[in-house]
Nanobody
Framework: QVQLVESGGGLVQAGGSLRLSCAASGITIRTNAMGWYRQAPGKQRDLVAR???????NYADAVKGRFTISRDNAKNTVYLQMNSLKPEDTAVYYCNKYPSRPGYWGQGTQVTVSS
């Protein structure tokens, strides 16, 4: 059974930083493309960043230059470093495979950025 457990969210002022973690079990991240997604209130869940098998990364335009996705294969964990946070980054953040699998969604971690 695949479990993806997100952590590291919180309340931060605009301009601040957070580092999200996604601990995976039941899936080996080094053999899967992985992504971070977010869902703001009243909006659909969108892809924020993804990392391919060869380590290539891609970002949504809204976070390019501010967010960095990475993975630690030994820890089977995916990270999202978020810098220069903006109020519009406020959302619940989730990790999943890329493309996402419906049954792999975890509870997510809330990120709230105050202005």
């Amino acid at each position: 059974q695949v479990q993806l457990v997100e952590s590291g969210g919180g309340l931060v002022q605009a301009g601040g930083s957070l580092r999200l973690s996604c601990a995976a079990s039941g899936i080996t991240i080094r053999t899967n493309a992985m992504g971070w997604y977010r869902q703001a209130p009243g909006k659909q869940r969108d892809l924020v960043a993804r990392i391919s098998l060869d380590g290539t990364t891609n970002y949504a335009d809204a976070v390019k230059g501010r967010f960095t996705i990475s993975r630690d294969n030994a820890k089977n964990t995916v990270y999202l470093q978020m810098n220069s946070l903006k109020p519009e980054d406020t959302a619940v953040y989730y990790c999943n495979k890329y493309p996402s699998r419906p049954g792999y969604w975890g509870q997510g971690t809330q990120v709230t950025v105050s202005s």
